[in-house]
C-alpha cells in the first residue's frame, strides 16, 4: 500500500483514549500511559496511532506521529457516505459499518465516531460487536475503511464501466 503524504497543516488530531498501564519491577510499579490518537483531514485521508510515555503529552505527540505515519485514503461518495456495507475485524473487536442516506449523521460509538468525522464521513451507521476495548474497536473501524473499494476501483476489476455497475444506461 502506498503511503499517503498530507499536507500536515490540514490534519486534525483526536485522542480516543489515554490508558495507564504498569510494569512490575523489583522495587515496585512503573506506571506509564498509553495515547490512542485519530488523525485525519476530513476529505479521506485518516490514520490511527499509538505512542507510549511516562507523561500524557509525550504519549500523544508519539501516537499523533505514529498515525501520520498509518495514513490511509477512504473511498467516499458525493453524499459524504461509504460506497458500501463493510466488516472490519481487528483481534476480538468486530465493526460493521453501513452506507446511510443524506441527514443521517454518524451514528457510531465514541472510539468509532472519532475515525469517521476526521475521515469526512458524513453519514454512517455503525455497531461494534464483540469487545468493548477502545483499541480494538478502533483499528478494526480502520480495517474496516481500507477494505472499502471505490466504484472506478470495481468497474476497472471488472473491466466494465460505473454506469453498467449502476445500470444505467452509456450515453453515444
Known sequence: ????????????EKVVFINRVSKVVKGGRRFSLTALVVVGDGEGHVGVGMGKSAEVPIAIRKGIEDAKKNLFLVPLTKEGTLPH??????GAGKVMLKPATPGTGVVAGGPVRALMELAGV??????SLGTNNAMNIVKAAAEGLKSLSSPQEVAAR????????????EQD
Open 122 to 127: 458524513k453519514n454512517v451507521l455503525s455497531k
Open 1 to 12: 500500500m502506498a503511503r499517503i503524504k498530507a499536507p500536515v497543516s490540514e490534519l486534525q
Open 158 to 169: 471488472r473491466d466494465t464501466t460505473v454506469a453498467k455497475i449502476y445500470g444505467f444506461k
Open 85 to 90: 456495507e463493510a466488516l472490519g475485524i481487528y
